[in-house]
């Protein structure tokens, strides 16, 4: 009941099958929080140097509501840095105003959006173009305290899916305590969504304020 008052869910919100605040990595599956460029490495309780197996937090918020975000670096993406991308856009429609090297007048017709134009020998198929969810959570003991996550295309369709168990079951993500993990099965960082639990009474003010 008390979630129903406060959430209102009626689709799934991840769609289809950086901010000022700190960012969270997933370089070589484990997770990093970089604080103003301050990288700290999350560990399991009551260690200091063994990498936490996953996060339990609240999402806060995702962005775009519809669609992709997408980037483009012209040379490739180097991990870590803080360059920006030559082409971007936070809808995945068309290019942001300020995108310094617009690739096309929409992302549908973007030639680097198409099929191929990014092509691997791990994905024949891949975009040049990078599709991305940018999610804002919080850890659940520490709901004041945002963070940013980018959620890479290899983990958009588990993160669809997750957005669809949840609106079956008429829950926004914010009304849920929700687990992000690797999945080990493959050699790249792709995530994993889980629900833990139901947010408490008490959490809810502080849920709704952040």
């Given at each position: ?18 901010g ?8 070589g599956k ?16 009551g ?19 519809v ?8 040379n490739?993406y180097?991990?870590?840095?803080t360059?920006?991308?030559d082409?971007?856009s ?7 105003a ?18 191929g ?19 804002a959570?919080?850890p ?26 949840l ?13 992000i ?30």
């Amino acid at each position: 009941a008390h979630l129903q008052q406060a959430f209102t869910a009626d689709t799934n919100e991840f769609g289809s099958s950086g901010g000022g605040f700190p960012m969270i990595s997933i370089k070589g599956k484990v997770f990093t929080i970089n604080r103003a460029g301050e990288k700290t490495l999350v560990t399991k309780p009551g260690t200091d140097d063994e990498p936490a197996a996953f996060l339990e937090v609240v999402i806060l918020g995702v962005g775009p509501k519809v669609g992709y975000a997408k980037t483009f670096y012209a040379n490739g993406y180097v991990e870590g840095s803080t360059a920006k991308p030559d082409c971007s856009s936070d809808d995945g429609v068309k290019p942001n105003a300020d995108a310094a090297d617009k690739q096309g007048s929409t992302c549908a017709l973007c030639p680097q959006n198409a099929a191929g134009s990014g092509a691997t020998q791990q994905n024949p198929k891949g975009k040049a173009c990078r599709s991305s969810k940018m999610l804002a959570v919080a850890p659940a003991g520490q709901l004041n305290a945002p963070m940013g996550l980018k959620v890479p295309g290899a983990s958009v369709v588990p993160l669809a899916e997750y957005g669809d168990w949840l609106a079956k079951r008429n829950v926004k993500a914010e009304g849920m305590v929700t687990r992000i993990g690797f999945d080990y099965s493959v050699a790249y960082p792709a995530l994993t969504f889980k629900a833990i639990g139901y947010v408490t009474p008490e959490m809810v003010p502080v849920i709704m304020e952040q």
